[in-house]
């Protein structure tokens, strides 16, 4: 409306500067996660290698898909040209700088899948598997290896390609940065459905050689939407209570809340016709899936389906019937816990999807500890990349066309109403 | 002797979306209850300005796919009840498959409760409406913005309402008939 030029004038990049100790407190903690992580991984890795080559997988998975949720957002970002999401951009594009502690982490489960520890498929016979014989040309060890290449290097690309385009800006405000973005997110986001959808596929669905879904790409990566806009509202919330107190405004953050809303419900429609198309189908190679995370395939049964029933509730029921409503998504003591019991689900989600295939009974409750070691090394060490290079850079992208159109809305009006009344 | 017209209201007319914003603010504060903005285009910030609150569809259209969901889980179980019939070796009452027309249902009595309850909320249908009387209201739908006071409010007087609405700065106030 009237007021975005007035509103430029608050605009003082030098007070958008971070100062050099912020979240300091935040960084500690991260150091002492990767410390602790670290130490558990050396005590887990030779006490049961098999074990925790699949709790390394599993936790890994969960960074792993959330990172490319941010990634999702920062190319949909450029993609649609969007407006309101110019003040949360910038920490999105920070949390992108970890990208290279995501792709470090992916060492161990290679050295588990070629060390014949994770998939079954490295070290089966295709004469005695007909399945396995049909599928040999993907299932190669040879083309895995390329293929785990190129994903590793089409995300670092994009992740540094959006960023230094971004921080490049901050300088000189020419459109050509902006153009650029346009550009590589247009290009990027084919690249990036490619690579995230094959590589769900050689990593988690490959675990069971003989099982397949055509959906299962996009299962994986509508949670890790969810997870990652849920680290995206976490940081917003915690920066909105600090340096940018006024420039995230309540609409961001129901918009924030909205997508979050969305995509666990986009979740749970993939997840569910997923389900009920082998339901439907009822043929044994893709109902074994299901029935291992039920009652189980084999004469002692499984405790898995406690799991299975706890999913739907956790990760689509529960934040649906609360995150309904508009004043919900616009209040952080309900979204921010909805933020959190998202992202666990998230972790439980690909727990369900590897552990099975290690422990058919049921989850193996006295390795947890593995997986939270692992889990605790990964966030640590992109919680640290994270917050140094926030510090770094201002916290918006101060010289972004898009900017003041994000400053201006309803919530600069309420600021306005309250100098008024 | 013709019989005499009755007074429907009073309309203000504004210049500029900051003397309506102003307006709103001012006709909320003094205590009257049956009145309405009529502006060209949405203006930011309005509903707090009239004091409006929530509005209630979003109540109706729960309730809506609440019933659309029960009236499909329901009307499916019924069936298989009434007529079992085996189908591929499924349970008669499989809630998988039932999901999808629950999920449908749930959606169309949603959006026919949406639009009803909409129509109901704004007391539509309506043959007309008694601003639209008047050639002043011609320019609602070009760069002019209007308060209406409704002379079934309480607080409603020919002289000091009038009064009230020019001491807001109205380029013009004019009476409406039923």
Known sequence: MVHTDRHFE???????????????????????????????????????????????????????????????????????????????????????AAMPVILLAAIPIVIGMYGNQLH????????????????????????????????????????????????????????????????????????????????????????????????????????????????????SLKLRKGPLKQYIGSDQIHDLGKLVFAFSVFWAYIAFSQYFLIWYGNIPEETVYYLKRWTGVAEEGSTWWFISILMPIGRFLAPFLI???????????????????LLFFHWVDQYWMVMPEKSPAGPPLQYVWMDLA???????????????????????????????????????????????E | MSEARKTWGLLAEFDSPGAILRAARETRDAGYKRWDVHTPYPIHGMDPAMGLGRSKLGWIVSGGALTGFLVAMGLQYY????????????????WQAFLVVGFELSVLFAAFSAVLGMFALNGLPQWYHPTLKHDVFARASDDRFYVAIEASDDKFDPVQTREFLQSLGAVSVVELED
């Open chain 1, 10 to 96: 608050h605009l003082d990049p030098a007070a958008l500067q971070p100062p050099a100790n912020l979240w300091e407190r935040g960084r500690t903690i991260c150091m002492a996660l990767l410390l602790v992580g670290l130490v558990g991984i050396a005590v887990a890795w030779p006490m049961y290698p098999k074990q925790f080559y699949h709790s390394a997988l599993s936790s890994w998975s969960f960074c792993w898909t959330t990172m490319m949720g941010v990634l999702f957002f920062v190319l949909l970002h450029h993609l649609v040209d969007a407006g309101w999401s110019t003040v949360i951009r910038r920490p999105s594009e920070q949390i992108l």
């Open chain 1, 120 to 235: 079954h498929w490295m070290y089966a016979d295709p004469a005695e598997d007909h399945l396995l014989h049909k599928k040999g040309w993907w299932l190669d060890k040879t083309f895995l290896a390329i293929r785990l290449v190129v994903y590793a290097i089409a995300w670092l690309l994009l992740a540094n390609r959006l960023r230094k385009n971004s921080i490049g800006q901050d300088r000189d405000g020419a459109a050509h940065w902006t153009i650029s973005n346009r550009r590589w997110s247009a290009g990027g986001i084919m690249l990036y459905g490619l690579t995230v959808t094959f590589c769900a596929f050689d990593l988690l669905m490959a675990l069971d050689h003989h099982w397949f879904s055509t959906v299962f790409g996009v299962y994986v990566w509508s949670g890790g939407v969810v997870g990652g806009l849920c680290v995206i509202t976490l940081v």
């Open chain 1, 323 to 341: 995150l309904m409503s508009a004043i919900a998504k616009r209040n952080p003591r309900v979204l921010a816990p909805m933020c959190v019991l």
């Open chain 1, 374 to 420: 692992v889990l605790a090394a990964i966030v640590g060490g992109c919680g640290m990349m994270f917050i140094s290079a926030l510090r770094k850079q201002a916290l918006l992208p101060v010289m972004d066309p898009r900017l003041v159109e994000a400053l201006s809305g309803e919530h600069v009006e309420e600021i306005e109403h309250a100098e008024v």
């Open chain 2, 79 to 94: 069936v298989n009840w009434e007529y079992p019939l085996i189908h591929q070796g499924k349970p008669y009452y499989s």
